[in-house]
């Protein structure tokens, strides 16, 4: 089955510098990769996702990146805050027709300083 | 649009007892999936149902089991609780359609606790 992989486990940055995390996967059949933010209490929020068939995708102060070839993906935060501050993960989806199954990768604890 | 919804949010039990957790599904969405997430073993996938159908299980002996009703929301049911089974519970509902892979979204979990 597929396995997804995520560096660092814990990212501890400055207010106002960039932060990125890293997953690889392994199956070629995944299609979709989201990646969610969970804060403290809370369940993980889905923050940004790409697709199979797209290199990278922007919101804001947040992108991934997409290398099929290398089967990795990253996130990057720039101009971080310390709202951004929580544990965020990736996943990798093999979707056939109208089903999905997730594999996640282990997480990563950001820490922003003011 | 409200969100995924479970209840519970907190549950203490002791061992041997049995559990019922729900979930509601974002409106629209008909598949549920259920996730166990502890701090040793990340998130770890425990079924999906779709249609009131399970289509897949992760890989959790069959004390853990679910269902889905014909409006969407699911309840998972762990019988004979052992101390490992404390964790945070999360519920994900997708939207299915046509166009392959679907966003999930997931609740705000039911923490569990077991004495």
């Known amino acids: 089955g597929e396995n997804v992989e995520q560096h660092p486990s814990t990212l501890s940055v400055q207010e106002g510098d960039s932060a990125v995390i890293k997953c690889t996967y392994s199956?070629?059949?995944?299609?979709?990769f989201p990646w969610y933010k969970q804060e403290l209490g809370k369940g993980p929020q889905l923050i940004i996702d790409?697709?199979?068939?797209?290199g990278e995708k922007k919101d804001q102060r947040i992108a991934v990146t997409l290398n099929k070839t290398a089967k990795h993906f990253s996130l990057h935060i720039t101009e971080t805050q310390p709202e951004d501050s929580a544990v965020y993960f990736c996943?990798?989806?093999?979707?056939?027709?109208?089903?999905?199954?997730?594999?996640f990768g282990s997480g990563t604890k950001l820490n922003v300083k003011p | 649009k409200a969100g995924v919804t479970q209840t519970p949010r907190y549950l203490i039990k002791t061992r041997g007892q049995q559990v019922t957790l729900s979930c509601s599904p974002i409106?629209?969405?008909?598949?549920v999936s259920w996730y166990q997430q502890t701090p040793g073993q990340g998130l770890q996938f425990l079924f999906e149902?779709?249609?009131?159908?399970?289509?897949n299980k992760g890989n959790f002996p069959g004390r853990f089991s679910g269902r889905q009703f014909s409006n969407s929301r699911s309840e998972m049911n762990v019988s004979t609780l052992e101390l490992g089974d404390s964790a945070l519970y999360l519920c994900?509902?997708?939207?299915?359609?046509?166009?392959?892979?679907?966003?999930?979204?997931f609740g705000p979990g039911t923490r569990l606790t077991v004495l």
């Open positions: 994900a509902s997708s939207l299915i359609g046509d166009r392959g892979a679907n966003e999930q979204f």
């Open positions: 199956d070629s059949a995944s299609n979709y």
């Open positions: 790409i697709r199979s068939n797209v």
């Open positions: 996943a990798a989806s093999i979707a056939v027709y109208n089903f999905n199954k997730f594999y």
């Open positions: 409106s629209g969405h008909r598949s």
């Open positions: 149902y779709f249609s009131e159908t399970q289509r």
